[in-house]
């Protein structure tokens, strides 16, 4: 392979493996507001919590992969507890209310890594099997990247399969649809909610952990991949799992191409992409208009 189409390739996996993250981190946020219509302003900062509770674990256990496993689980049982013990108190006041409130969480999870881990950058180490390089089409490329690839992979695997082929996915569709009818059925729907809404959270925990061994850990870690893992949301169209994951591959090329070639103007690509998209389809590519 020539170098430049090599330097073509490597980009287009860059993009991809940032692509991937970015859809963890979206899909999560989807699943919530598409299921719940909860506007979720802390999913961010859960991503972020998550990176350094992985860098606790593996301080304490000397493992990646116990970082991987327990991380994301501690953010998710600290968004059941959000979703179970703050958010109910102003569903009454509707979004605007949820925006505050989960605002507040936001800073309030910001200002406490800086209390527990100070404001120092810190690096997860990648793991001794997933270090190195591995030849694909003729070109050497980090086999960590393309373990962040397939993790996003199986995570869509795995939420299709749970969505739509078992009967909690059946029991949370419903929900959905019609929680009247279905909590008439003798279903708890505030707990089915409970477990949406964690079960997002954990998505950004595992976001989290994946890309935090190529970034820094830091408390800006929030506000440097949130901001794009909103804008995947809207423009892929709130509840849309199918739009999160193509605007987030297309968002994650435009990085990693647009730093090659226009470092200037790489950050507005995305921004001028979802411009484009929402004054053509203001709900998003696979967004529906309210009835």
């Known amino acids: 392979m020539d170098p430049t189409t090599a330097m073509y390739v490597a980009q287009g996996f860059h993009g991809l493996s940032y692509g991937m993250v970015l859809f963890l981190l979206a899909s999560g946020l989807t699943l919530i507001f598409g299921m719940m219509g909860i506007l979720n302003l802390a999913h961010a900062a859960f991503f972020m919590l998550s990176a350094y509770l992985g860098y606790q674990a593996i301080v304490w256990t000397g493992s990646y992969w116990m970082a991987l496993l327990f991380a994301p689980i501690g953010v998710a049982l600290l968004g059941l507890l959000v979703q179970r013990y703050l958010l109910p108190s102003v569903h009454a006041g509707g979004h605007v209310s949820e925006l505050i409130l989960t605002i507040g969480v936001a800073f309030i999870l910001m200002d406490g890594v800086k209390v527990v881990w100070g404001s120092q950058n810190m690096q997860l180490p990648i793991p001794d099997i997933l270090q190195g390089v591995v030849v694909v089409a003729g070109l050497y490329y980090p086999i960590y990247r393309l373990f962040i690839i397939g993790l996003g992979l199986f995570v869509l695997l795995l939420l299709i399969l749970l969505l739509y082929k078992t009967r909690l996915g059946m029991v ?94 790489s950050a507005l690509l995305f921004f001028l992409f979802m411009a484009v998209v929402l004054a053509i389809k203001p709900t998003g590519l696979f967004g529906e208009r309210e009835k």
């Open 172 to 265: 949370v569709r419903a929900a959905v649809s019609d929680a009247d009818m279905v909590e008439a059925l003798g279903v708890n729907v505030p707990l089915v909610f409970v477990f949406v809404f964690a079960a997002g959270t954990w998505m950004a925990g595992v976001a989290g952990v994946a890309i935090a061994p190529i970034l820094t850990v830091f408390p800006g870690l929030a506000d440097q991949i949130g901001m794009d893992a909103y804008m995947v949301v809207v423009t892929g169209g709130f509840g849309s799992l199918g739009g999160a994951l193509l605007v987030a591959i297309i968002g994650g090329l435009l990085n990693s191409y647009g730093i090659q070639f226009l470092s200037q103007y």
